[in-house]
């Protein structure tokens, strides 16, 4: 099953919406909001890929599709691996930024065939 996964920031609330197909060939659709804090659009955006994760089935098989609304998010998304190779630091030797929520993110995403694709 693939389940698509979209993030979106807005002046007030960090929306996630998951996607998918359903066995039964119905689709399915779950968006989940969270009152957005003075924090940057770049951690909003994480912390909005990460309300999704959350929901995920941990047991099944999954094709996850992440769509991120900036290049800089798609640009994080390809680097988890890398990062938890490095004990999260960049290739310039410092802690990647808002790494607690990368880590939670790699950890509910690692065992997904995973897809970062462009809005």
Known sequence: MTVKIKAEVSKY???ATLEAILKNNKPYKRTYTEQRQNESKNKAEVKAIQLAVRH???????KLEIIPSSPY????????AKWQQSDWLTGKGKEVKHKAEWQEIYELIKNFELEVKDE
């Open 73 to 80: 998010i798609k640009m994080c998304l390809q680097s988890l």
């Open 13 to 15: 609330l960090i929306i």
């Open 56 to 62: 995920l089935n941990q047991s099944q098989e999954l």
